[in-house]
C-alpha cells in the first residue's frame, strides 16, 4: 500500500510539471518572439562572455607581421594576458565600459602579443576601437635600440623571427614619423630609448622633453601643460593636475612593440609605448585564411575571399 501511494505521488508529480510547462509555454506570437529573443540574447551574452575571459577571435588586416602571420588569416587568441568582460559590441565594436581580472600570465620578450590600440602619437584617443597584433620586443626596463636595421636590446643583439622580413631593401624610405618626436628617429636607426617601467622618473629639462611626453601623461590621466621658466613657478617648468614639476613618475609598466615585417610597420617606433593594460593575450592558430586583395590592390567581394581561401594555414600554430 505504501509503494502505491509513492507511484501515485510521481505521477501526480509529473502530471502538475506538465501542466505548469503547457501553462508556461507561449502561445502568441509576441511571446514565441519574446522567447526567442531572450534565447537569442542569452547565448550572445554567453558567447561575449567567454570570447573576452578565455578566448577571442581576430582577423589580421595589415602586412606588419608577415610571414608569421597573413593579411587575411583569422586567429583564435588566448585572453592569458587581460581576461575582462566584454569591451565592446560585436559587428559594431561599439566599446563598451568593463572589468578586468587578473592575468594568468605576463608577456614576455619575444612573444606575439594582442592589445587595444591607444592612437597615433599626437592622440590622446583612437579615432575608433581596434585590437593591433605586434610582437613585444621589449620589456618594461629595458634599453632598445635599433642600428642599421638590427634590433639590440639592453646590448644584445635580437634576431628576427624565423619567418620575419628583415628591413634590407634600399627603396624603402628611411623617413619616419617617429615618437618621440623631439628624437627624430628613423625606422632603420631608433635610440637608444628605455621603455617605461612603473615607479621611473621623467624629467623635463627642456620644453622638447615635455612634448615628447604630454600625451603620454595624459593617458595616464592626467592634464599636463607647459609653463616655461618664470619667477612666479619657481624653475619649475611644467604643471601637471595643477601642480608645478619638472619631473613625472610613471604609474604602470610598458611594452615596445614591433612588427615581423619590419620595412612595412606602423608600430612603436611610430606611435609609441603599449601600457600592460591594453595587452588582453596571445594567439594561438589560424582557424581560417583567405586572400583579402587581388593583385591589383582591390578588396575582394565576399564570393572571391571564400575562393581564395588558403587552405594549408587552416590549423598553423603562431609562435
Known amino acids: 500500500m505504501e509503494e502505491k501511494n509513492i507511484f501515485d505521488k510521481i505521477k501526480e508529480y509529473r502530471k502538475k510539471r506538465k501542466e505548469k510547462a503547457a501553462k508556461n509555454k507561449p502561445q502568441t506570437f509576441n511571446e514565441i518572439a519574446l522567447a526567442w529573443i531572450k534565447t537569442f540574447g542569452v547565448a550572445l551574452a554567453s558567447v561575449m562572455l567567454l570570447h573576452n575571459l578565455l578566448f577571442a577571435s581576430m582577423i589580421v588586416p595589415t602586412g606588419s607581421m608577415e610571414n ?3 593579411t587575411g588569416d583569422f586567429l583564435i587568441v588566448n585572453r592569458k594576458f587581460g581576461p575582462s568582460t566584454p569591451q565592446m559590441i560585436p559587428i559594431v565594436e561599439i566599446p563598451l565600459p568593463h572589468i578586468m581580472f587578473p592575468s ?3 608577456p614576455k620578450r ?3 602579443i594582442v592589445f587595444v590600440y591607444q592612437g597615433d602619437r599626437d592622440m590622446l584617443k583612437p579615432q575608433e576601437f581596434q585590437y593591433y597584433l605586434k610582437r613585444c620586443v621589449a620589456e618594461p ?5 635599433i642600428i642599421e636595421s638590427k634590433l639590440y636590446v639592453n646590448g644584445k643583439h635580437q ?5 620575419g622580413i628583415e628591413l634590407n631593401r634600399e627603396d624603402i624610405s628611411d623617413v619616419f614619423r ?4 623631439s628624437k627624430k628617429y628613423t625606422n632603420r636607426n631608433y635610440g637608444p630609448i628605455r621603455i617605461p617601467q612603473k615607479g621611473d622618473t621623467i624629467y623635463f629639462h627642456t620644453r622638447d622633453d615635455f612634448e615628447d611626453f604630454r600625451v603620454f601623461i595624459e593617458r595616464e590621466g592626467y592634464k599636463a601643460n607647459w609653463l616655461g621658466e618664470n619667477e612666479l613657478t619657481l624653475g619649475k617648468r611644467v604643471l601637471i593636475d595643477n601642480k608645478a614639476t619638472n619631473f613625472y613618475i610613471v604609474e604602470q609598466d610598458y611594452y615596445f612593440g614591433m612588427g615581423d615585417n619590419r620595412g612595412n610597420s606602423s608600430d612603436s617606433r611610430e606611435w609609441g609605448f603599449i601600457p600592460r593594460k591594453a595587452i588582453l593575450g596571445s594567439p594561438m592558430f589560424c582557424w581560417l585564411s583567405w586572400e ?9 567581394s565576399i564570393i572571391g575571399k ?3 581561401i588558403r587552405w594549408n594555414r587552416i590549423g598553423r600554430l603562431i609562435d
Open 292 to 300: 583579402m586583395y587581388d593583385e591589383y590592390g582591390q578588396e575582394r
Open 110 to 112: 619575444g612573444d606575439v
Open 104 to 106: 594568468i600570465s605576463e
Open 306 to 308: 571564400f575562393a581564395n
Open 68 to 70: 608569421t602571420v597573413l
Open 141 to 145: 626596463g629595458d634599453t632598445l635600440q
Open 178 to 181: 617617429t615618437f618621440p618626436k
Open 159 to 163: 634576431p628576427l623571427a624565423t619567418e
